[in-house]
Nanobody, 117 residues
Framework: QVQLVESGGGLVQPGGSLRLSCAAS????????ISWYRQAPGKQRDLVAR???????TYADSVKGRFTISRDNAKSTVYLQMNSLKPEDTAVYYC???????????WGQGTQVTVSS
């Protein structure tokens, strides 16, 4: 069992930055692939970024060059640094954990990100 808690969402102006955190507990964090997904109203939940247990990263084309995912295994935490935010980045952002590079079985509760002037 893995418990995930996201934090760091909020309201930011276009061009601004936010850093999301996903704190994990309950299992051996370093073994897990951790991903960030997002879901806008009326849309499906899409992968934003993923980091493997070994530190390899994957990004959606829409966020490449603007978002950076990283992990601190000592703190059992994954971060999503989001720069140059756009209104289309507005969504609820969810943390996900699994033991493979596919969608994992564990989800956090989500954190709202709103990009608006």
């Amino acid at each position: 069992q893995v418990q995930l808690v996201e934090s760091g969402g909020g309201l930011v102006q276009p061009g601004g930055s936010l850093r999301l955190s996903c704190a994990a507990s309950g299992s051996i964090f370093s073994l897990y692939f951790i991903s960030w997904y997002r879901q806008a109203p009326g849309k499906q939940r899409d992968l934003v970024a993923r980091i493997s247990s070994g530190g390899s990263t994957t990004y959606a084309d829409s966020v490449k060059g603007r978002f950076t995912i990283s992990r601190d295994n000592a703190k059992s935490t994954v971060y999503l640094q989001m720069n140059s935010l756009k209104p289309e980045d507005t969504a609820v952002y969810y943390c996900n954990a699994g033991l493979t590079g596919l969608i994992g079985r564990y989800w956090g509760q989500g954190t709202q990100v709103t990009v608006s002037s």
